[in-house]
């Protein structure tokens, strides 16, 4: 009888925390659709076809779907990067660098190490390697603001755009001088093309979807596992959730923040070494612009949960891809976008305000993250 | 603000300059080019002192704003596009459509906090959230108005971008006409002197900033206000016990931060260049940031600070006009993209603290709750 009860609460609870955890997102995201309608009125477009050309462009028929799972796939990692990071108390606002650097040096050893050693590698050892030495550079220009913060105390929100200016010069200054293109009619700051073994095959025949989608949805779950099942994931969240309880406790806070910068930036790190070796074949310079603040919406957006920062991830993406389309149909710049996940990050960020509106009462804890300056 | 803070800020300038007095030395007299290094490094430093200023405000009064890079990009796309509606819609002369550019600008950077403040005070959203918030929607906001009022369909300017007013003026202290007297007929010192008053002559927000900062450090340390903001962002439970209204205190100073930023925005596109470009602040409103740390939360020491990379970036602008006599050996400085590195590299190391830890306000970054 009693377990009865005890069982029927629990369903309930875990019902009401499903419906909190999709209910709160869900009004953010409407409120911001509306809102981003008036605003498509006022500056004269029809919010209608806009929409539905979004809708259209991004799930309106089989090469629709593929494209969104390719929009998505940097999404997700990169979104995975920020959420870690929320998770160990750290804010990196530096996925946006750190997703660069793992571009170039993905692309270094894409198309120069078959150079350097005089013989082809095969695909199986060639394109590991690719993406393995992308991701381990990403995570170590994270790893770089962790230790910063751990040890001196820099406070990593500016240090991570300060790293994101040093990693944009830098990658500039490299595609511009000893990693462009040698091809003599090529104007534009980019690397070669990556050799063949390098490149991450397709799923299907004639759709530009490839493995590294599948790869995402696979690294997501294994940031899940990582955090919920593993010593390694429990001392990042306790460290995120009070550093002072997790000293006493006899965690070691430093190593724990350098070590989740140094995942976090992986996880961006592969956001960019996939673009190259699954899509784009090559690094160009302005390609990783914008990223990161996308992958922080998406990381906010999924209440840095991995099946959130999935779900969220395919949100961003469907509205980049159907973009073209609503352009198309109402010559509303892509730009409006932008302007739409702005308003989403701003509801999600401030669920007091949505909250407010629908008349919801709060439960839970708040995100915190702050904590002063250099201290 | 301690000495050794500012020895530090000294000896930075001075191997900034004294670079690029080794190189130039060549092509001009040292004397020109300090003098044309130090106008460059005060006009640069512009918004960045007015981004440090805004930071002041907020931090003094307890709320984090990493919000000033957004500020700044909003205030300077609609300060920028008030000046163009005003000068070709409605037909007014340049001045006038000018100063209601900047005027705009201001608006904006207030309008921009305020919606920090509602996100930070009232709704208490974490604020380095809500301060991101503000700058992923400035980007969104200025890009997509950026293409869609110019470009889009049924655009009033059909299409293209019209010509703004234009720039303020420089402001010129007649330094020439009041010394060229005591120099007679010597050349040399008339030279001298014309290049000692190029420093002076700067524009009317270079100039606003620094009274500006003046006008902050006697606000914040010699009045009844200044006293409260303070009070209210280092102990904000006994402010309230003695009868200051924390709420009140904090919405006025983070709106009084956003004026800060929304000038330091009418700098890039109304008194640098009259043009807007997206994203073009560059980091310079999280540069400011650091720039408020290290001058320890004070008005003076973050002009001071902001003067050093001010000076960095004077390095890369004059580094161009030097390009040419490069001595080999130093080959890396003709690169711009590496010389173009130091205020950010400048940035970190001064956040590690090396040269002395600073200290926050007690309550900076924690909501109020009663």
């Not at chain 1, 992308?134 to 406070?155: F, N």
């Not at chain 1, 995120?240 to 923040?257: C, E, H, Q, S």
């Not at chain 2, 939360?297 to 001071?304: H, K, L, M, S, V």
Request: hydrophobic fraction near 50%; glycine fraction near 12%; proline fraction near 4%.
């Amino acid at each position: 009888m009693q377990s009865e009860k005890q069982s029927n609460s629990l369903t309930k609870r875990i019902l009401q925390s499903i419906s909190e955890a999709v209910l709160i997102p869900f009004l953010a995201i409407l409120t911001a659709v509306i809102i981003g309608g008036i605003i498509i009125l006022i500056v004269g477009g029809d919010p209608i076809r806009a929409y539905t050309g979004l809708i259209q462009g991004s799930m309106g028929s089989t090469k629709a779907w593929s494209e969104t799972a390719v929009w998505a796939t940097p999404y997700i990692f990169a979104g995975l990067a920020v959420a870690l990071a929320f998770k160990g108390g750290l804010f990196n606002i530096g996925a946006e660098g750190q997703l660069a650097v793992g571009a170039v040096f993905s692309a270094l050893i894409g198309y120069a190490l078959p150079e350097w050693l005089g013989f082809d590698l095969p695909t199986i050892i060639h394109l590991p390697l690719t993406v393995i030495f992308g991701m381990l550079m990403g995570g170590l220009w994270a790893a770089i603001v962790g230790s910063l913060k751990a040890y001196t105390g820099g406070h990593e929100v500016i240090n991570t755009i300060m790293m994101n200016y040093i990693a944009l010069n830098t990658t500039s200054y490299l595609l511009n001088g000893m990693m462009k293109d040698p091809s003599p009619t090529n104007v534009i700051a980019r690397t070669p093309l990556i050799a063949d073994s390098a490149r991450f095959p397709t799923i299907f025949e004639g759709l530009r979807v490839h493995w590294g989608f599948v790869l995402a949805l696979l690294v997501a779950f294994f940031i899940w596992w990582l955090l919920n099942k593993t010593t390694l994931g429990f001392e990042i969240r306790t460290v995120g959730l009070n550093p002072d309880a997790a000293k006493y406790a006899g965690i070691n806070v430093k190593r724990t923040i350098v070590l989740t910068m140094l995942f976090s930036g992986m996880l961006a790190g592969l956001a960019g070494s996939i673009e190259v070796t699954g899509l784009n074949y090559r690094h160009e310079l302005g390609f990783s612009i914008g990223y990161g603040f996308d992958a922080i919406a998406i990381a906010l957006l999924g209440k840095s949960h991995p099946l959130g920062v999935v779900l969220a991830a395919f949100l961003f993406a469907a509205m980049r891809n159907g973009a073209t389309r609503m352009q198309f149909l109402t010559q509303l710049p892509v730009d409006l976008i932008s302007m739409l996940q702005a308003l989403i990050l701003l509801f999600v960020a401030a669920d007091a305000i949505i909250r407010y509106i629908y008349r919801i009462k709060a439960k839970g804890e708040r995100v915190v993250l702050t904590r002063g300056w250099g201290g | 603000m301690d000495w050794k803070r500012f020895s530090f800020i000294g000896l930075i300038i001075i191997v900034l300059f004294g670079l690029v007095v080794m190189v130039g030395q060549v092509k001009q007299p040292p004397l020109l080019i300090i003098t044309s290094m130090l106008a460059t490094t005060i006009a640069v430093a512009t918004p960045l002192t007015l981004g440090a200023l805004s930071g002041v405000f907020c931090e003094r009064s307890g709320v984090v704003n990493i919000g000033i890079e957004g500020m700044m990009l909003s205030a300077a796309f609609f300060g920028w596009l008030g000046g163009i509606y005003m000068y070709n819609l409605y037909g007014f002369p340049p001045g006038i459509s000018i100063a209601v550019g900047v005027l705009v600008a201001i608006l904006t950077g207030a309008a921009m906090s305020l919606l920090l403040a509602v996100l930070s005070i009232t709704f208490k959203v974490d604020q380095i959230i809500g301060g991101t918030v503000i700058n992923i929607l400035a980007v969104g906001l200025t890009g997509f108005l950026n293409r869609q009022l110019f470009f889009g369909k049924g655009s009033v300017f059909g299409g293209t971008v019209p010509g703004s007013p234009g720039v303020l003026p420089t402001i010129h202290v007649p330094i020439t006409e009041i010394f060229s007297s005591v120099c007679g007929t010597s050349t040399t010192c008339l030279e001298s002197v014309q290049a000692i008053n190029r420093v002076f002559d700067q524009k009317p927000i270079a100039i606003g900033a620094i009274l500006l900062v003046f006008i902050s450090h006697y606000v914040l340390f010699n009045t009844r206000w200044g006293l409260r903001t303070r009070a209210v962002g280092e102990h904000p439970k006994a402010a309230d016990t003695v009868g200051i209204n924390v709420i009140k205190m904090r919405y006025a100073n983070v709106i009084i931060g956003g004026m800060f930023a929304g000038l330091a925005g009418a700098y890039f596109t109304i008194e640098s260049v009259p043009s807007f470009e997206p994203l073009l602040t560059n980091g310079r409103g999280f540069i400011s940031l650091a720039a408020m740390i290290f001058g320890n939360w004070t008005p003076i020491g973050a002009w001071a600070a902001a003067l050093v990379f001010g000076a960095s970036q004077a390095l890369l602008i004059n580094m161009q006009i030097f390009r040419d006599v490069i001595p080999p050996q130093w080959s890396f400085l003709q690169e711009s993209y590496i010389v173009g590195l130091t205020p950010y590299i400048l940035t970190m190391f001064i956040l590690t603290g090396i040269i002395g830890k600073t200290t926050p306000p007690a309550a900076d970054g924690v909501p109020y709750e009663k």
